[in-house]
């Protein structure tokens, strides 16, 4: 009998699929299509056992689909662009480029082993000239058509990184990667047109109905549609040129509890009055300072400056209002500019507080409803009007804001607005490592796009990284053109695209990879949508967000046909993989973290020392809680690696990795191949035709639950039913051809799980070609019909035993069985039950 050795079987099945070309995808329009794609990896240089969760997720679902008789998609490629990779050149020398074409050879190198369904025919990298030049000859169509354009714009800036950062990249006030606390600049920005198509992302977004509820919300929440009044104030001794400042609020019913008016540092009346005020000017330079998202303005120091304007109430002329300058508001949101109602709004309230304006409230809460005091939150909906003009009858936020802005418009002070949360997508970023933005300036004809036919800008490769900053502004020549309209001497635009941008459509690249235009309309009609997307939760609004926007701007340029508007029919958010972190201290009482492989038994091997144990913690390099795929895949094989991650929890919940795991996951492969073996060695005989009866009954209901727990994505309910599988291998008494029948489509049904194992089964039973070719089992229905049942035996309410029967035999029946077994005659001692109850279907209790 052979051992179960998979170094040495893996690499052969590998070789052989591959020489078979069996995952190479082929538009087949005499086939349905499916396609599966992973989230790409960004090129760090190793993948970690959540990659490889990742990864046999996607291969389970198109091994499957392929068996189903599906054309299948899918493909893998890198998401190269990015600081990393320039930060690794400033720290280590070299180039972005050697850095990371080096990382994708050792991430290739570590993936392959893995056995999956890949078509690698297909793989590209963002940071490959083909892709980004085709990237930016759709960034020219997008121009064209009025999706791109070129603004100043207060941004958030990374004073590490030296670049512009959008919103959604800035994780309570800093920069995502560096981690450095972000500041408000003014900078020449190119942005998206993504506020556009606000309302229609959102409104579609109930349509995705095989996408998590959590990421619909997420995305709902980030859009943020309101409805409110718009209105204006008139000044009161205002520069010239600013008779009215502009106001947009969603709470228009709170319009009587106003106490200032504050505006944006930013606001074209601040920038009036800091040219003629330095002690303004430098207030004004403080407070640009902090970030410009939500959390940097909540959590921040509210700061603000009397400018000494007055505006008068739009209810009541003579009532003005002063006007401040404060730091926590923005000038894309909404107008630049707010009314600030303290007794209602938590920021507006501390702001009063502080430099003691006014708190003035418009409600209080109906008795017993809400704690009393100065302030009531907006929130609040059980509420009695104190001074108002929606009218005192209105109990209900939604209805007062609905009345109030009626009285506006009635009044003709104000009209009712839609507005959305979401703002224009800023792409423009001030580094090296990333696609250039093919745009150039002429003096003479300004803003030039550049002619598709000088496609791609290539980056240049001698750049040096012996300073921050952008390389690409410092180099002596790369900069320096002509100007595709008059031929005169022009500068090429310096700043490079956000690397969100390549992620967004790489989706669609997959479908024709190598042509010469972003897309090919067959291949792109044949492939599009994506059927199932599967990656982390933490790109519910970053990547997902963007790429719904550019499907739909790429269905308006030409490069995708409607219906891939949504490029995701179905979304799958895995959980992470985790493992103990073990952890020691040095001298000075600073922590030392060390690798799986150096502990035992909760004591380092080399000293015996003992180690902290931090359970159940995502997989990080620098807590060292890392598990090195490539040591599984020496010491236990693929299957092992893939089998595991399948069959511990469901594949939306984290799963801890353990050694002890690993190890038994080992032994239960290396099981069923030796039960395969004594099969395969087994000689003809009669059998029992209950038994085998009983073998195809299993095996065929194996078919219908591995089937629906591949569809309903509950992978480890199809690794439990081949556990239990193999189980009744063990014990079966079936003839050895109905033995062989039954592990044949027993290794179908584990090809997507552990195809290599399933390959030598498949074999080893004389299946034709590969079994990841060979057509999906079916379940016969009439197998699937329960003719049985098995009653425990429950005497004075313990179980004893248990009776098997035909399903349909009367009471009467089932009792005269019961009677008769050992373990209740020997419980009677010769006399006669109290009861004997048969519950039909479910228990026998015998009552002594």
């Known amino acids: 009998m052979t051992p179960y050795e998979p170094s040495k079987t893996e690499q052969n099945w590998q070789t052989a699929w591959n020489e078979a070309g069996v995952f190479t995808a082929r538009r087949d329009p005499s086939k349905p299509k499916y396609y599966v794609l992973e989230m790409f990896p960004y090129p760090s240089g190793r993948i970690h056992m959540g990659h490889v969760r990742n990864y046999t997720m996607g291969d389970v679902v198109a091994r499957y689909k392929m068996a189903q008789g ?3 998609l899918h493909p893998m490629g890198w998401d190269a662009f990015g600081m990393p990779a320039e930060n690794a050149a400033m720290e280590r020398g070299g180039h972005p480029k050697t850095w990371t074409y080096g990382n ?5 190198g570590q993936m392959k082993p893995l056995g999956l369904s890949i078509d690698w025919s297909r793989e590209f990298a963002t940071c490959d000239p083909e892709y980004y030049g085709q990237q930016q000859a759709m960034f020219l169509d997008m121009l064209k058509a009025g999706l791109v354009y070129r603004k100043n714009a207060v941004v958030n800036w990374d004073p590490v990184d030296m670049t512009v950062l959008a919103n959604e990249q800035v994780i309570d006030g800093k920069g995502w990667r560096s981690g450095a606390a972000v500041e408000r600049k003014e900078l020449t920005q190119w942005f998206f047109k993504i506020s556009d198509y606000a309302g229609e992302l959102l409104d579609a977004l109930d349509g995705l109905e095989h996408w998590p509820e959590k990421v619909r919300l997420m995305q709902a929440n980030w859009i943020g549609r309101s409805q409110g009044l718009q209105f204006a104030f008139e000044t009161v001794n205002a520069p010239e040129g600013f008779d009215k400042i502009e106001c947009y609020t969603t709470r228009p019913d709170t319009l009587m509890g106003a106490s200032f008016v504050g505006i944006s540092p930013d606001h074209p009346i601040a920038k009036a009055l800091e040219k003629t005020d330095p002690d303004l000017a430098a207030f004004i330079a403080e407070a640009r300072k902090g970030g410009t998202t939500e959390e940097a ?3 921040g120091e509210k700061l603000g400056r009397d400018t000494g304007i007055r505006v008068r109430h739009p209810l009541n002329p003579d009532w003005e209002l002063p006007v401040w300058i404060a730091n926590f508001i923005l000038m894309d949101y909404g107008t630049g500019a707010i009314f600030g109602c303290p007794a209602h709004d938590a920021r507006d309230h501390e702001f009063a507080t502080k430099y003691g304006l006014t708190i003035t409230p418009v409600f209080a809460p109906v008795e017993g409803e809400a704690p009393t005091g100065e302030f009531v939150p907006l929130k609040s909906e059980k509420v009695r009007y104190l001074k108002g003009f929606a009218g005192e009858e209105v109990q209900t936020g939604e209805d007062a804001i609905k009345a109030a802005i009626a009285f506006a418009e009635a009044k003709g002070f104000g009209k009712g607005v839609t507005n959305y949360r979401l703002r224009d997508w800023g792409l423009s970023r001030q580094r090296y490592w990333g696609c250039p933005i093919p745009v150039v300036y002429c003096e003479k004809c300004g803003v030039v796009p550049e002619k598709k036919e000088n496609l791609p800008v290539l980056l240049p490769d001698d750049v040096s990284f012996d300073r921050p ?10 900069s320096q053109t002509t100007c595709p309209c008059c031929g005169a001497p022009a500068r090429r635009e310096t700043d490079t695209m956000d690397t969100f941008v390549d992620s967004s ?12 235009t972003p897309t090919v309309a067959e291949d792109a009609a044949y492939w599009m949508d994506v059927d199932q997307y599967i990656g982390g939760i933490e790109h519910a609004i970053l990547h997902l967000l963007y790429s719904r926007f550019f499907a739909r701007a790429m269905v308006k340029t030409g490069h995708l046909p409607e219906k891939a508007k949504e490029p995701f029919k179905a979304l799958f958010t895995q959980g992470m993989v985790t493992h103990e972190i073990y952890k020691t201290t040095d001298a000075n009482g600073r922590p030392v973290y060390h690798l799986p492989e150096e502990v035992e038994n909760g004591v380092l091997k080399a000293t015996g020392e003992a180690v902290e144990i931090i359970p159940s913690a995502k997989m990080s390099k620098s807590k060292k809680n890392v598990v090195d795929p490539m040591n599984i895949i020496g010491s236990f094989g693929a299957d092992t690696a893939r089998f595991f ?3 511990d929890s469901p594949p939306e919940r984290d799963v801890e990795w353990t050694a002890a795991g690993a190890e038994a996951t080992s032994k239960f492969l290396a099981r069923v191949w030796r039960i395969a073996q004594e099969i395969a060695e087994g000689a003809p005989d009669a059998g029992n035709p209950a038994e085998d009866k009983a073998l195809l009954k299993t095996v065929h209901k194996a078919i219908d639950d591995v089937t629906r727990a591949i569809e309903g994505f509950a ?27 039954a592990m044949q489509i027993a290794a179908q049904l584990m090809g997507p799980l552990v195809p290599h194992l399933a390959e030598d089964i498949w074999r080893l039973m004389g299946g034709e070609g590969f079994v990841v070719t060979a057509p999906w089992p079916k379940a016969d229905p009439a197998l699937l019909v329960e003719d049985e049942v098995t009653l425990p035996i429950q005497i004075n309410g313990k179980k004893r035993g248990e009776v098997t029967v035909p399903k349909t035999m009367p009471a ?6 019961v009677l008769a077994d050992e373990a209740v005659i020997k419980a009677l001692a010769g006399g006669q039950p109290k009861k004997l109850i048969v519950v039909p279907g479910r228990i026998v209790n015998v009552v002594i």
Do not use: C
Not at 104 to 108: G, Q, T
Not at 505 to 516: D, E, I, S, V
Not at 726 to 733: D, I, L
């Open 104 to 108: 994708i050879a050792d991430m290739r």
């Open 469 to 478: 900053g952008n390389p690409l502004l410092r180099h002596p020549s790369w």
């Open 812 to 817: 009467n029946e089932v009792e005269k069985i």
């Open 645 to 647: 991650v399948m069959s």
């Open 715 to 741: 992978f480890n309910k199809a690794v439990a039913t081949l556990y239990g599988l193999a189980n009744a291998f063990a014990k079966s008494q079936a003839s050895n051809a109905v033995k062989r029948q």
């Open 505 to 516: 459509w790489y989706y669609a690249r997959f479908t024709n990879p190598h042509a010469k």
């Open 297 to 299: 303005i909540e959590t």
């Open 70 to 72: 599906f054309s299948v």
